[in-house]
């Protein structure tokens, strides 16, 4: 089958950075994307990469290795708003889309 | 708020019941779908339509059957469902093109717990 692997949770302090690793099996994949969910509501999207490298939006950055089934969501200038789960997520063709079990990120003063 | 809308928030029903859950969004995407998420859990696919055509089905009992009667909306239609059918469901939608490779825009979810 295909998996998607992401630590269960992190914690990070404020004002700091933080890096969210996913990694994931290589056949199959499409693209990875990464959603944030605060507790109760929807999962937004943050960034996505199809091919390899890094995508920067903001205080936000995703990094893919396609050849090493491996991504990562690096996180700037932590607030504490971004206490959240984040959701690594693969396309495994067409409109598929197969989600890891989220890392859930506390943030602390 | 979000671009994908879903109604009712809040849905409490018999096994008993029919009801249905709704969704629509305005962003022109054409693929549209159905999760279905557990506590804790991340979200499961359960269906997929594009173009108005169903193009996936997760092997989802028949309890469940989706509809999608324009390019807007998709209704989740609810029969006889289990105890352990309670569960956030999230609509999403998604932009055309990239054969399906499109960040997905996901609505605010129905809780719906089954007595």
């Known amino acids: 089958g295909q998996n998607i692997d992401q630590p269960t949770e992190m914690t990070a302090t404020e004002g700091a950075i933080v890096q969210i690793n996913c990694t994931y099996q290589t056949s199959g994949f499409n693209g990875l994307f990464w959603y944030q969910q605060h507790a109760g509501e929807a999962p937004t999207f943050l960034s996505y990469?199809?091919?390899?490298g890094l995508e920067e939006k903001g205080r936000f950055s995703s990094f893919l290795s396609r050849s090493k089934g491996y991504s990562y969501l690096l996180l700037k200038e932590l607030q504490m708003k971004d206490s959240a789960s984040y959701l690594c997520?693969?396309?495994?063709?067409?409109?598929?889309?197969?989600f890891g079990a989220g890392t859930r990120l506390f943030v602390k003063a | 708020d979000t671009e994908v809308t879903q109604t009712p928030k809040h849905l409490v029903m018999g096994m008993t019941n029919k009801k249905s859950l709704k969704c629509e969004q305005h962003m022109g995407h054409r693929a549209m779908y159905w999760y279905k998420q557990k506590a804790k859990k991340p979200p499961e696919l359960m269906f997929v339509y594009s173009y108005e055509k169903l193009s996936i089905n997760e092997s989802v009992p028949s309890r469940f059957s989706p509809e999608c009667p324009n390019s807007s909306l998709l209704n989740l239609h609810l029969h006889a469902l289990q105890p352990e059918d309670s569960a956030l469901y999230l609509c999403?939608?998604?932009?055309?093109?990239?054969?399906?490779?499109?960040?997905?825009?996901f609505g605010d979810g129905t809780r719906l717990s089954i007595l």
């Open positions: 990469n199809v091919l390899d």
């Open positions: 997520a693969g396309n495994t063709g067409g409109f598929k889309t197969i």
């Open positions: 999403a939608s998604s932009p055309p093109g990239g054969g399906g490779n499109q960040p997905q825009h």
